[in-house]
């Protein structure tokens, strides 16, 4: 499917929620039509909230994997993460995450032996970038 059939279809269910909405609010509850769009209506929001929690589910299946297989990008939130924890200093903790941005795109920091990555927690335990460069 092309992207203008996609926006059509997403359209045409907000569309029939938002009848959905309506037509139970003119009803009253002993109508045994109200009890019947009412479930139609739990039933497609909580088909909403259950994409929802797949897609935090998948997302947490990326940070699984060792450093070096994760993509670049959950790399750099994972660095932010560490770096807003460890640096409480604003100015100290963008000097160094400047540096280290600067090496994950590069690809120096795609390394399991520069960075320390617990997949459990899903956190940045430490940098090392050197001996004398530990973050």
Do not use: A
């Amino acid at each position: 499917m092309n992207s203008i059939n996609i926006e059509i279809e997403r359209i045409k269910k907000k569309f029939f929620i938002q009848r959905l909405q309506n037509e139970i609010m003119t009803l009253e509850q002993t109508n045994p039509r109200y009890t019947y769009l009412k479930n139609i209506y739990d039933e497609l929001m909580n088909s909403k909230k259950g994409l929802e929690s797949m897609f935090d589910e998948t997302s947490n299946d990326v940070y699984t994997k060792k450093w070096n297989r994760i993509p670049n990008y959950h790399k750099i939130q994972k660095l932010k993460e560490y770096l807003t924890n460890k640096y409480p200093s604003e100015v100290e903790r963008n000097k160094i995450e400047l540096l280290l941005l600067k090496k994950i795109n590069d690809g120096t920091l795609n390394s399991c032996k520069y960075v320390l990555y617990d997949t459990k927690t899903f956190q940045i335990t430490k940098i090392m970038l050197s001996k004398n460069e530990v973050y």
